[in-house]
């Protein structure tokens, strides 16, 4: 799991930061109704599709299409979130000034390499 700073994951959970867990698609389903998709750019310029509750419009993966063997879950739709810490910080050139990360967290200025 990460925290991301970048300006789309701070609009899109209303805070300073998102939350994502990187799991393999293959180990994931949605297991009640289907999912709606829109593309985004992020700030590296890449498309990303967002995929979302058709119902009430929360975010709940991300993806690089339907071949992705990787997928991004939005870790507050998970049930229980108590257990996850991160294991990084992203696109920190975008953190809140106000925002002192005081962990020993690698931070990226931008995305990690691959």
Same mark, same amino acid.
């Given at each position: 799991?990460?925290?991301?700073?970048?300006?789309?994951?701070?609009?899109?959970?209303? $805070?300073?930061?998102?939350? #994502?867990?990187?799991?393999?698609?293959? +180990?994931? $389903?949605?297991?009640?109704?289907?999912?709606? *998709?829109?593309? *985004?750019?992020?700030?590296?310029?890449?498309?990303?599709?967002?995929?979302?509750?058709?119902?009430? +419009?929360?975010?709940?993966?991300?993806?690089?299409? @339907?071949? #992705?063997?990787?997928?991004?879950?939005?870790?507050?739709?998970? @049930?229980? #979130? #108590?257990?996850?810490?991160?294991?990084?910080?992203?696109? *920190?050139?975008?953190?809140?000034?106000?925002?002192?990360? @005081?962990? @020993?967290?690698?931070?990226?200025?931008?995305?990690?390499?691959?």
């Amino acid at each position: 799991m990460y925290a991301c700073h970048c300006l789309d994951c701070q609009r899109q959970s209303a $805070s300073a930061f998102g939350i #994502s867990v990187i799991v393999e698609r293959a +180990g994931f $389903s949605i297991t009640e109704g289907a999912v709606k *998709t829109w593309v *985004t750019y992020g700030e590296s310029g890449n498309p990303k599709r967002a995929n979302f509750c058709p119902t009430c +419009g929360v975010r709940i993966f991300h993806d690089d299409g @339907d071949n #992705s063997q990787w997928i991004s879950v939005k870790g507050g739709t998970l @049930d229980d #979130s #108590s257990h996850l810490e991160p294991g990084a910080h992203l696109w *920190t050139k975008r953190q809140q000034s106000w925002l002192h990360l @005081d962990d @020993d967290l690698v931070r990226h200025a931008e995305e990690p390499p691959e």
